[in-house]
């Protein structure tokens, strides 16, 4: 009969371990964010961003991590105005943020059917927000580790044309 119950009671506690775990991952540090009219990308001929004008806002974003952030909007602008982001490479959203599909974009974004576009660099030391606008101006938008990131992240040091890294 004891035995019944510590293994009752290790499965119980696995389980509820399990789904504490999964729910923490999926749900709990994620905020939505408040809709906005403006969003800041960086125009090809610009140093820095510019705000545009958009729609139907949507976003996600997390305070445990710099690159949990997503948004979905509707950018009234031609995407062959910004800086181009060739290695775009969006990353997966929760599966209840619906309109980000990580997938589908990325595969726009590899056959041509959307592109890739700086929102704006150094968003925080290391991390761009990378946008995929489509023809029809939707727009995707997410945060990626850069090269800058990267490195520094990994303690190598920078490449050149990287601004200093913050003091650790």
């Known amino acids: 009969m004891m035995a019944r ?3 009752i009671l ?3 506690g696995a389980a509820l371990a399990g789904f504490g775990a999964w729910y923490l991952t999926v749900y709990a540090y994620y905020d939505r964010l408040p809709a906005q009219d403006s969003y800041a990308l960086t125009p090809i001929a610009a140093l820095a ?3 545009q004008p958009v729609r139907d806002f949507e976003g996600i974003d997390s305070d445990s991590s710099p690159i949990r952030y997503r948004a979905c909007f509707t950018l009234d602008a031609d995407p062959a105005q910004f800086t181009p982001y060739p290695e775009a490479a ?3 959203a929760p599966n209840w943020f619906n309109c980000f599909d990580a997938q589908t974009i990325g595969a726009d974004l590899e056959a041509g059917r959307a592109t890739g576009v700086l929102g704006q660099a150094h968003i925080r030391y290391g991390i761009d927000r990378v946008v995929a606008v489509y023809p029809d101006g939707r727009a995707f ?3 990626q580790i850069n090269p800058c990131g990267e490195a520094h992240f990994d303690g190598d040091p920078v490449p050149p044309g990287c601004p200093p890294p913050p003091e650790r």
């Open 5 to 7: 119950f510590m293994v």
């Open 10 to 12: 290790l499965v119980g």
């Open 49 to 51: 961003a510019q705000d």
């Open 90 to 92: 969006p990353l997966i």
């Open 141 to 143: 938008a997410w945060h």
